[in-house]
């Protein structure tokens, strides 16, 4: 088993959980994704460049990769050179296996709920 970070923040997100998440999907790793705390709004627009809509990021149903990983060690072996942790070996996987299957953790924030 492999703990990997590569941001410098800090996280409530509950290990055990995701340890758990690890052992029973018989993948390579879940990623943890937080709901971002930005204060961004991000804009819908039509091909032609008209808004449709303009929403707050914090009220919208986007997650990023919080950077805490618990990963199988196989992981290693899907990694070239000069790849990072989480983007390039993922996708590896995804192709040998002819589709997506990474779980995802939701950390839904200060009370270290976890949906997935």
Known sequence: MLL????????????????AT???????????SVKPRLEYHGVDSTPAGVVTGIEQLVQADVCINDGFSVFRRAILE???PGEGLVEQPVRALDR??????????????????HQG
């Open 22 to 32: 690890l052992e029973r999907s018989g993948n390579e790793g879940p990623l943890n």
């Open 4 to 19: 990997a970070t590569y941001g410098h923040g800090i996280t409530n997100a509950p290990l055990d959980v995701m340890i």
């Open 96 to 113: 040998a296996r002819g589709a997506s299957r990474s779980p995802v953790l939701r950390h839904l924030g200060a009370d270290g709920h």
């Open 78 to 80: 899907a990694m070239e």
